[in-house]
């Protein structure tokens, strides 16, 4: 089974300063995806960044990126120039592409980003 | 686009009492469909999940079970509440493996369950 750790409990960042979220996981699949999601004190999940496990490339999406390292099977999360509404619980999670599992995901515990001004 | 809603927001019901959680998906078809437990503070646990209608999967033994009476229905429902079933109750859906969502799992707004 597939197991995703995110180390981190809590973390604080200065407005307008650079975060990283660390993000570790297990398998033995060769095909499968990464998510982070954001869950705001509206307990709404919502999708920041997607990573496809056969793109060498890390994805971005404006001031969110990655550092996916497929080898080390790390997958953690920079949160360029933060601003106050990025303050939430930010949540690590894996999904199989197998046939077998329906596309069922894993979730990390989460990491609660508290962001100073 | 695609959305996805659930009700009720919030409930609060007695022990020994049911319940039904709603969740429907609309601008799609043949979506896969999942029903997340959420403990205070902690991630998110798969309850069920269902690739069509009929079809439920269990993933935790529990005091709770599922329904897809329609494509883009799913209900989750208890027969007899117990204090442990207070949470937070996540509805999700995704497209069958292999379309172009690209396999991501979009949540509704969430049900926060107290039994009292």
């Known amino acids: 089974a597939q197991t995703v750790t995110q180390s981190q409990p809590e973390m604080s960042v200065q407005e307008a300063e650079t975060v990283t979220l660390s993000c570790t996981y297990d398998?033995?699949?060769?095909?499968?995806?990464l998510f982070w999601y954001k869950q705001p004190p509206s307990r709404q999940m919502i999708l920041v960044i997607r990573?496809?496990?056969?793109?060498?490339q890390n994805a971005t999406e404006n001031r969110f990126s990655v550092n996916f390292q497929k080898a080390a099977k790390s997958f953690s999360l920079k949160i360029s120039d933060s601003q106050l509404g990025d303050a939430a619980m930010y949540f690590c999670?894996?999904?199989?592409?197998?046939?077998?599992?329906?596309?069922?995901?894993?979730f990390g515990d989460g990491t609660t980003l508290t962001v100073k001004p | 686009s695609q959305t996805i809603h659930q009700w009720p927001a919030t409930l609060v019901q007695p022990v020994g009492s049911p319940l039904s959680l709603e969740c429907t998906v609309e601008?799609?078809?043949?979506?896969?469909l999942y029903w997340y437990r959420q403990a205070a503070g902690r991630g998110l646990q798969l309850l069920f999940y269902?690739?069509?209608?009929?079809?439920i999967s269990s993933e935790v033994p529990q005091n709770l079970s599922a329904s897809r009476p329609q494509d883009r229905q799913f209900i989750l429902s208890s027969k007899k509440l117990l204090l442990s079933d207070s949470g937070f109750y996540l509805c999700?859906?995704?497209?069958?493996?292999?379309?172009?969502?690209?396999?991501?799992?979009?949540f509704g707004e969430g049900s926060w369950l107290t039994v009292v």
């Open positions: 999700a859906w995704s497209a069958i493996r292999g379309k172009s969502s690209g396999n991501t799992i979009y």
């Open positions: 398998t033995s699949e060769s095909d499968y995806y």
């Open positions: 990573q496809e496990a056969y793109k060498q």
């Open positions: 999670a894996y999904r199989s592409d197998s046939y077998t599992n329906a596309g069922k995901s894993t």
């Open positions: 601008g799609t078809s043949n979506p896969n």
């Open positions: 269902s690739v069509g209608i009929g079809q």
